[in-house]
């Protein structure tokens, strides 16, 4: 069966360091056989979150916008890839927008007690964080981690079943293909995700 990727590019700056980057694992993963679709981000309707927990309630946002395609792709897909350059020392606000409306999510699976994924799929999907940052610092993508795994946990997948590759020291538009092992680094990273993905589906 065919891997269903799904990726968001979030950059405002489309063509930049992180949608390169992503571009990079989803050429990649499609050399292994996935499916693969990309969303960008900046592009589609997505409305903050209102904070009315509602969908407490509901099961569902009360904004109807490209959410409520976006929420049952994220239930559909076996890989989920969020791209996101680091502004300010964590992630940029249309990736942070993405985030705040799974709280759908949380609602579903910590109020109302009901599953995300159904239970034969728990454990067999995979996530991926791939970040860009123009300063140098060891800690510059610190303060996105908590938000990222977040994200992740609510759409149910594990803390050990995301991936994570980080590149500081790309500001420029195009510095990322300077990079000595970006590159190579997300291929290998694409690789070992579509190997993973099809050992556990075929558990």
């Not at 897909?77 to 799974?102: E, F, N």
């Not at 970040?131 to 997948?157: E, L, M």
Request: proline share 4%; hydrophobic share 45%.
């Amino acid at each position: 069966m065919t891997i269903d990727v799904l990726a968001f590019a979030t950059s405002p700056r489309r063509h930049g360091n992180s949608e390169t980057l992503l571009d990079w694992v989803l050429d990649a993963m499609k050399g292994e056989g996935a499916a693969v679709e990309k969303i960008v981000v900046p592009e589609v309707d997505i409305r903050p979150c209102r904070g009315c927990n509602v969908c407490e309630r509901l099961n569902r946002c009360v904004q109807r916008d490209y959410m409520d395609y976006i929420h049952d792709r994220i239930v559909a897909a076996d890989c989920i890839i969020l791209a996101s350059p680091i502004y300010c020392m964590g992630l940029a606000a249309q990736a942070k927008v993405l985030v705040d409306r799974t709280q759908v999510f949380r609602s579903r699976k910590y109020v109302l007690r009901l599953p995300v994924v159904p239970p034969e799929r728990k454990g067999k999907r995979v996530g991926i964080f791939l970040s860009t940052a123009g300063q140098n610092w060891d800690y510059v993508f610190d303060a996105a981690i908590p938000s990222v795994k977040c994200f992740f946990n609510v759409i149910d997948v594990r803390n050990r079943d995301i991936r994570y590759l980080m590149v500081n020291g790309v500001d420029e538009k195009g510095a990322i293909s300077r990079h000595p092992t970006a590159r190579v680094d997300a291929e290998a990273l694409a690789g070992e995700v579509a190997a993973h993905l099809q050992e556990v589906r075929a558990i």
